[in-house]
């Protein structure tokens, strides 16, 4: 999946570039609801690897239109600087679904039949389609469709690459923000491991699960808050250090509470990542190529995400101990090496 989104993600950002964030996010959940509905009838393996290629593709039309959509709305309304409030929001619903979610698989999920697997992948199906009729009813700003109609492809790439070649402050904060990256998907896929290691009772994977999404839709929320107290560079330093800090003791403590509480924890820092990179990067990109460079972003942590997630599987294969540590000395490497200030988030007024 990864490396289907490493693939299309600069072509997808520039068709959402090009024919609208709006058009972008309508072929995406098109794509999602066709990958679900291909579950109720793959039985082989050829077929599950078709389908995590169709959500690949879906998650790449995603990936930097939201943002690109919800920042371009908020300039419009000449309230771009609220854009950690309302990708906090976003983050929030998300993470709703994830709290509600595994509570309701831990109680349905009591055997491994067929048939309740099915009926959540049409549960699935149906709150897609919900979502794919609500996306027609959204609104992109009119310049920016304009915009686009007359920009050629090529000049989307060459402006986009433009940007990134000569914006030391944008590459500056890009290096933080991959490299300090959380690596939450690796954590997703080690926590059960972690938990059984730990004598953590099974009944209790998807309750901490739960939680671990309600810490992490609160810190999400009010991570702008939390900016305002703390000040740009204290908050930066948090939500990129914590996070080695936790899965550096995850390391060593194997414990049936003081595991879960770790894992728990750590969802604090992962919460407010995406409110705090989504605002500064966008604040140094044009919004006519927006999800075109947000794409490049994302195709750049991508393949990182790629690289170090084989690392990582191949040492946790052999130690769950030393995996953690890799993954947090390598989160606080990053965060030492590729600091910002609030001299990196102001853009040169032109």
Do not use: W
């Not at 199906?125 to 992109?140: G, P, R, W």
């Amino acid at each position: 999946m990864i490396g289907t989104i490493f693939l299309t993600n600069i072509p997808t950002g520039i068709f959402a570039d090009k024919y609208g964030r709006k058009t972008a996010l309508i072929v995406a959940l098109l794509l999602q609801l066709f990958g679900e509905t291909l579950f109720l009838f793959a039985y082989g393996y050829l077929s599950f690897v078709f389908i995590v290629i169709i959500a690949g593709l879906g998650f790449s039309f995603m990936t930097g239109t939201v943002t690109a959509l919800i920042y371009e709305t908020l300039k419009e309304k000449q309230k771009e600087n609220e854009m950690q409030k309302a990708v906090g929001k976003k983050i929030a619903f998300e993470k709703t679904a994830g709290i509600i979610a595994p509570l309701v698989i831990s109680f349905y999920i009591t055997s491994f039949v067929m048939n309740k697997f099915n009926f959540l992948v049409i549960l699935t199906i149906f709150f897609v389609v919900i979502s794919l009729i609500i996306s027609f009813f959204l609104e992109e700003p009119i310049h920016i469709q304009e915009m686009n109609k007359t920009n050629s492809t090529l000049n989307i790439i060459k402006e986009g690459l433009k940007l990134l070649k000569e914006n030391k402050n944008l590459r500056r904060i890009i290096l933080l923000s991959v490299f300090a990256y959380p690596l939450m998907a690796y954590l997703y896929i080690l926590y059960q491991q972690y938990f059984v290691e730990s004598a953590v009772p099974s009944y209790f994977f998807g309750i901490f699960l739960s939680i671990s999404s309600l810490i992490s839709l609160i810190s999400s929320k009010y991570t702008y808050k939390l900016e305002k107290k703390l000040g740009m560079e204290k908050t930066v330093l948090l939500v990129t250090l914590l996070p080695g800090l936790i899965y550096t003791v995850m390391a060593v403590v194997f414990h049936p509470i003081f595991s879960p509480l770790l894992f728990c924890l750590v969802y604090f820092p992962i919460g407010m990542y995406e409110p705090l990179f989504s605002d500064y990067q966008n604040r140094h990109i044009a919004g006519e190529n927006r999800a075109t460079i947000l794409s490049m972003i994302n195709m750049f942590t991508s393949a990182y995400i790629v690289v170090i997630g084989l690392v990582i599987g191949f040492i946790a294969n052999h130690s769950l101990t030393y995996a953690f540590l890799f993954m947090g000395i390598v989160i606080l490497l990053g965060a030492t090496l590729f600091r910002i200030n609030e001299s990196h988030t102001r853009v040169a007024k032109t």
